[in-house]
């Protein structure tokens, strides 16, 4: 009975119970940019065969997949972690 409301502070806070024991942080996701937003205005057809996006929303998706990385791997980390594998 006691641990509903605990879990919920937690929750609040920002935390996931794993194992009873031990917190997980929860990461929170990057904004994501223009070209994955709108990507119909942020890609623009140059040719027949091919298409166009402007250095500005092209850096946008750069730094995007460099934090949705760094993410992953902190999960991929605590996971293993958790699971005893490391």
Same mark, same amino acid.
């Given at each position: 009975?006691?641990?509903?409301?605990? &879990?919920?502070?937690?929750?609040?806070?920002?935390?996931?119970?794993? !194992?009873?024991?031990?917190?997980?942080?929860?990461?929170?996701?990057?904004?994501?940019?223009?070209?994955?937003?709108?990507?119909?205005?942020?890609?623009?057809?140059?040719? *027949? *065969?091919?298409?166009?996006?402007?250095?500005?929303?092209?850096?946008?998706?750069?730094?995007? %997949? @460099?934090?949705?990385?760094?993410?992953? %791997? !902190?999960?991929? $980390?605590? %996971? &293993? %972690?958790? $699971?005893? @594998?490391?």
């Amino acid at each position: 009975m006691v641990m509903i409301p605990i &879990m919920a502070l937690l929750l609040g806070l920002g935390c996931v119970s794993s !194992k009873g024991a031990a917190y997980l942080p929860i990461h929170k996701r990057p904004y994501a940019p223009f070209a994955i937003e709108q990507p119909q205005k942020a890609f623009l057809k140059c040719g *027949d *065969d091919y298409w166009c996006i402007s250095l500005e929303h092209l850096e946008g998706l750069r730094v995007y %997949t @460099i934090e949705m990385e760094a993410i992953v %791997t !902190k999960y991929e $980390n605590a %996971t &293993m %972690t958790f $699971n005893g @594998i490391r």
